[in-house]
Each structure stands twice: as C-alpha cells, then as structure tokens.
C-alpha cells in the first residue's frame, strides 16, 4: 500500500482511501465482527478523519466518514463519530507525534485481555523489532472517559496496548499503514504464544538477553523507539 503525504499528513482524499482499506483488511481478516472497531488519521497536526459509529468496517464509504479537530468539532459528515473516539483522541494528546490509530478485536490477542496478560515473549523476532511488549490496560466500560485514563500511561512507551477484556489499540507515529500492520503483528504474536503453549509447553526456544539487546539495536535503527524489553 502506498500512501501519499504532503508537509508529512496525507491529503484528505488519501486517508479516506486508507482508513476504507484498513477497515475493509479488518473485517476481512476477523479482526472485527458486525460495527466493531474503530480507525482515525491525521491530515494535519489538528485535523483527523475517523470512523463512524453504527457501521461495519468491511462496508464503509467514504461518505460515512468525518473529519473532526481533536478538541471534538465536527468539520465535515453527516454521521456520529465512534463512541470510542475519546481513547484516539487520548493517544494524539499523549504523543502528538502520532498520525494514526487503530482499534479492533482480533480474537487471539483478546484472549490475552479477557485473562489480563501482557504480550510478553522473546519467541519471535518480527515481535520484538517491529512491536516489543504489549502491555494490558485495566478493564473498564467501553465508550467511557474510564477507556482514555486506562491506555494513557501506555502511549509514550509502548506501540500498542491491550484493553482489559476489550481487544486491542495500535498506534504510528509514521502512518496508518503501519498502525495496521502493529495490528497484525500483535494478533500473529498471540497466536504464536498460544500455539506453542498448547502444543509444546515451555520446551520452546527463547532468545536470550544478548540476542534481546541486538533485536532492540535493529528496533531502534528502523527509528522505532517504543516498545519495551521483553521479559
């Protein structure tokens, strides 16, 4: 996927066209079932387009989205922004390096919410260079101010974070291509340390603390600077 930019936000017409691909990549992928999820995009350092509420993320059009400046004025739709829109809107306040956010319920990175456990694991390399630790957030009432206080302290070191029994919020400081990606990354990382659990317990190989410092070294030449240190 490729992503015009300009002065480092893409235009309006390309984040609508990137927010409907990341919304229809979830829904394909399972990531999301009937109107669940949610997706924002800067287009400027105040300015981001976002989904709406009440309609599914595989049948968006771009007239369903809106425009909106992040102290909450409506700049452009006719529908209502996603009641979770407060927890996106939480994560550009935190970090206001960060273009865009995505948030979904992909099934095997939830199961680490439901039961409140970090993904924490020096299996994968891919996990560790391009995501590094994904800490779980308490749980809370979805659509609440409770949603936005939860994920704060999470935003300036981590690339992701799981909401307690409510799936998982990914950001980029880069673009909304790879707030997805994260996304993928931290369901594939999941389903890797469920499988290997299931079938091979802890007789599984591990990097070690050496080989954890030269993954975070190649983390941190990709200008990737979050994610913590695996334990």
């Known amino acids: 996927m490729i992503l015009e930019v ?10 609508r066209n990137m927010i409907l691909e990341v ?7 399972r990531y999301v079932a009937a109107n669940d999820g949610n997706i924002s995009c800067k287009v400027s350092e105040d300015t981001i387009w976002v989904t709406p509420t009440g309609v599914s993320k595989g049948f968006m059009q771009e ?11 409506i700049l452009e739709g006719t529908l209502k922004p996603s009641s979770e829109i407060r927890m996106h809107l939480r994560v550009y306040q935190e970090d206001k390096r960060v273009k865009s956010v995505v ?4 099934k095997f990175a939830t199961l680490f919410a439901i039961a409140n456990k970090p993904i924490d694991s020096r299996l994968l390399p891919e996990g ?3 995501l590094g630790v994904v800490p779980c957030a308490k749980t809370v009432i979805p659509g609440t ?5 939860s994920i704060a302290p999470y935003v300036n070191e981590y690339n992701a974070v799981l909401l307690g029994n409510h799936g998982v919020l990914t950001w980029s400081e880069e673009s909304i291509i790879q707030a997805y990606y994260r996304l993928e990354t931290v369901e594939y990382f999941a389903e890797i340390i469920l499988y290997s659990k299931l079938f ?3 007789q599984v190989n591990q990097y070690t603390d050496e080989q954890v410092n030269q993954l ?8 990737i600077h979050r994610g913590g240190r695996p334990t």
């Open 6 to 15: 300009k002065n480092g936000y893409p235009d309006d017409s390309a984040a």
């Open 23 to 29: 919304g229809r990549r979830m829904y394909e992928n």
């Open 63 to 73: 007239k369903d989205l809106i425009k909106m400046k992040l102290d909450g004025e």
């Open 103 to 106: 948030h979904a319920h992909p």
């Open 128 to 130: 560790i260079v391009q």
């Open 145 to 149: 101010q409770d949603v936005p206080d």
């Open 200 to 202: 091979f317990g802890d």
């Open 216 to 223: 975070i070294e190649i983390r941190e030449k990709l200008g």
